[in-house]
């Protein structure tokens, strides 16, 4: 049990450093706190900034969702600087979705899916036997690979296609509708990018990280019995 809440725990880790601790400090910070956007911004941006330096001299590697992260922030930061347009502070959000969309789309293309850091714990359950079928798909199993790449692109899709229709809502929809619309759309996305994702990636990579588990586990007994 103990192995198993482990394991659970260092795939969690990065999910919740990298996201969670940024996005519930800007919150946090700007709401709880009262502070301005700017400022939430800033400080919400020092871990981030952290992991991201702190991978590059030490790991030799850049620590892609805290990089992502911090992006998103300074987006956020430059965007928060242009005040005065009601229509713009709107679309302003969806800027935010733009820039992780690409960002998770680049990631696919250079070989290296964003978005398996938040798939995996779910996939893998903190389980050790499932830790290591994954390690063996994504080393020996082309399908499994192109699952995982299309889970990430799925959500690349699905964010900037968010984001299309924010801005053209921000600017054709009039404010007071458009303030309680946005977050409708937000969440039909998301919705939307479950359904899809699902469908499309992390069903079949759950089926297929089964069997492995199993075979592995089959593999196991029979080197048993032989000795």
């Given at each position: 049990m103990t192995t198993k809440t482990n394991s659970k725990r260092a795939n969690l880790a990065p999910l919740v450093v990298?996201?969670?601790?940024?996005?519930?400090?800007?919150?946090?910070?700007?709401?709880?706190?009262?502070?301005?956007?700017?400022?939430?911004?800033?400080l919400s941006s020092v871990v981030p900034a952290v992991r991201t330096v702190w991978s590059v001299v030490k790991e030799r590697t850049v620590n892609g969702l805290a990089a992502l992260i911090l992006v998103v922030n300074v987006v956020g930061l430059l965007l928060s600087l242009v005040a005065g347009d009601p229509r713009l502070m709107l679309a302003k959000d969806?800027?935010?979705?733009?820039?992780?969309?690409?960002?998770v789309l680049v990631s696919v293309a250079m070989g290296k899916p964003l978005m398996t850091a938040?798939?995996?714990?779910?996939?893998?359950?903190?389980?050790?036997?499932?830790?290591?079928?994954?390690?063996?798909?994504?080393?020996?199993?082309?399908?499994?690979?192109r699952a995982e790449?299309?889970?990430?692109?799925v959500w690349g899709v699905i964010l900037l296609t968010e984001c299309v229709v924010r801005v053209v809502g921000?600017?054709?929809?009039?404010?007071?509708?458009?303030?309680?619309?946005?977050?409708?759309i937000m969440v039909v996305a998301m919705t939307l990018g479950f359904l899809v994702s699902g469908a499309?990636?992390?069903?079949?990579?759950?089926?297929?990280?089964?069997?492995?588990t199993k075979a592995g586990a089959?593999?196991?007994?029979?080197?048993?019995?032989a000795l």
């Open positions: 990298d996201v969670a601790v940024p996005i519930g400090a800007y919150y946090l910070l700007r709401n709880g706190l009262g502070m301005s956007t700017l400022m939430a911004l800033g969806s800027g935010v979705s733009s820039v992780i969309g690409i960002g938040g798939m995996k714990p779910w996939l893998v359950k903190g389980i050790a036997e499932r830790e290591a079928a994954w390690a063996r798909l994504q080393a020996g199993s082309a399908d499994f690979r790449r299309r889970f990430s692109v921000a600017y054709t929809v009039p404010v007071d509708t458009m303030v309680w619309l946005g977050s409708v499309l990636a992390a069903g079949p990579m759950a089926g297929m990280l089964i069997a492995e089959d593999r196991k007994r029979e080197v048993a019995l």
